[in-house]
C-alpha cells in the first residue's frame, strides 16, 4: 500500500531518499516527492476509495506516507457547491465553489497540509514542529501541533490580523512574531530548521506539506462525478496550491481515473502583492519579488517559492493569471456571501474578484464549468471590511420602536397598519421579496 519512490529535484531530477530536505543539493532547485505510477495504476482505482472515510485521506495512496500512523484523519473533504445566484451576477451559465473556508480544524486549505507534514514529522521521529506563516499555517501547526503532542513554535510578520494571532496563541502553541516581511520570517525558518533540526512544515519539510494540496484537486474531481472542469480559478501566495491543484488532475489523468481535456488553471493574486501574475502576463515566467502591499495578509508573500511554477502550470494548461485591488477584493467577499452565504476571507475574496475580471474579460469562457477555490474564512480577517461597517438601527425593546425602525430602513413599506402578529403576504410583496410558497398556516418561518 506504500507508492513512494522517494524525493527528485524538479529541476536537474537528481533522487533523494525520503527524508527531511527540500533543496536539492546540486542545483539547489526544489525536491517533489515521486511514486510508481505504474503499480498505481495496476493496484488502485476510485472503486477501492468510494467507500473510505470522507476526509482527504481517502486518497492515501497518493500522498506521500509510509507509516500506519495517519494525523489528522478528519482533515479536508469539504463540500463541493453549485453556485447559482453567484453564476448568474457573473453572467456564467456552471460555477462550483469548493469551500475550504469550512475546513477542519481551522478554517482553511492549510489544515490539508499540516495533517501531512505532521504525519511525516513522526514518522521521522521529531518531537517539534513549525512554521514561517502569514498567519492561516500558524493557526494550522499550532491546533494540530498540539492536538497530536508535538511541542509547537510558530514563526510570523509581527503585524498579522489579531484573529490570527489569538487563533495561534489559543492553542498554546509557541508564537514568535518578527519584525520583517514573511520573506524574512521564512529565510529565518530555514536557519532554524538547520539548526534544531526541527520539522518546519514549509521549510524542511515542504516536498509532503506540498502534497497534500493535490487533495483539493482530487476532491474536486471526485465530487464533479470524477471529471475535471474545464476551468479552476484559485489564489496563490508561494504559488503550491495551485501547482498541485494542476498536479491532482495530471495524476488522476496518468492513472486513467478521469478522462478529458486538461484544466485551464486562472491565479490570483492582489494587485499589491502580483509577482506570479506579472510573469504570466509578461510572457517570461520568471519572478520578480515584490515588496508585498495588500490587506490580503495570507497572499503577501512577495517572493513565492513556487512561483516559477504555478507561471508555468497556468500557461501550460492554457490558463491566464488576473490581479485585483483592496477594494475589488472586498467586493469579492461581499459578492459571495450575499449570493451563495458563503463568508470568506481577503484571499477568497480575491478569488472571487479575479473571476469576475477574468470572465468579464472573456477569458474565462462563459459556457463552461469553472470551479472557484475558496480557501480560507472571513471570520479570521473582519478589519477588512471595516471602512464600509453596516450601518444598523439600535432601539429600545418596544414594538413601535421596531416598526419606526423597520420604516427607516425600507425594508417594509411605510403604513400599512399592523393587524395581527404576522407580517402579511402584500407586506413581503411590496417589499420586493416573493411571496412565499406555502400558506402562513404551513408553519414555515418567514
Ligand atoms: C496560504 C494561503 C493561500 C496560498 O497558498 P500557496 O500555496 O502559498 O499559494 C491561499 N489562501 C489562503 C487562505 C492561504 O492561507
Ligand atoms: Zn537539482
Redesign the pocket.
Known sequence: MNYVRGLQCRECRAAYPVSPRAICEECFGPLEVTYDYEALRRESGPGSIVARGRSMWRYRELLPVEGAEILGLEVGYTPLVRATRLAERLGVDNLFIKNDAVNFPTL???DRVVSVALTKAREFGMTTVGCAS????ANAVAAQGVRHGFDTCVLVPEDLEAAKIVGTTVYGARLVGVRGDYDQVNRLCSQIADRFGWGIVNVNLRPFYGEG?KTVGFEIAEQSGWKRPANLVC????????TKIGKAFDELALLGWIEGPKTKLYGAQATGCNPIVTAVKDGTGEIRPVKARTIAR??A?GN?A?GHY?ARAIKESGGWAEDVTDAEMVDGIRLLAETEGIFT?T??GVTVAAARKLIASGRIPRDQTTVLVI??NGLKTTDALASTAPVYPVIEPRLDAFERAIECTGRVSPGVPPSSGRIREDVLLSSGRSAPAAPLSSGRAL
Request: charged share 10%.
Open positions: 482553511s486549505f492549510k502569514t498567519g492561516n499555517l494540496s489564489c496563490m501566495a508561494g504559488g503550491s496550491l495551485l495570507s497572499l508573500i513565492p513556487d504555478a476571507e484571499a477568497g480557501t480560507g
